[in-house]
């Protein structure tokens, strides 16, 4: 990875900037969608936020959203909102890629957290 795809990544996860920024955050569950192929931030895709129903295993639709120009998501779910149990997001990778002229392994990318 060449030197200034580097600078590029790092100036997007840790830009002095905006780390203030993200500490006021209303959503106690946030993402960062980085384009590590390219050195931008993943921008323009959707995604969704589920919570898993205890007691059927279920998936809930909580919200779906769109990473912004900086990749990220904000206002996922409120403090309220946000109670225990299993939650997981589902990227939409292939349109992702489809929209930038790419081809995509993955359809889509889910991340879990319990």
Known sequence: M???RLQQLKGHI??????TGMA????????????TAMGVPGSNMALN???QDPSTN????????????DGRCPGLITKQMFT?????????TA??????G?????PYVEVRKI
């Open 2 to 4: 060449s030197a200034n």
């Open 14 to 19: 840790l830009p002095e900037n905006k780390i």
């Open 24 to 35: 006021g955050s209303p959503s106690p569950l946030t993402t960062h969608v980085l384009n």
């Open 49 to 51: 936020l589920y919570q």
């Open 58 to 69: 279920a998936w809930r639709l909580i919200t779906a959203g769109t990473t912004n120009d």
């Open 84 to 92: 225990p149990g299993v939650y997981k997001m589902h990227f939409e």
């Open 95 to 100: 349109k992702y890629w489809e929209s930038i």
């Open 102 to 106: 790419e081809t995509s392994f993955y």
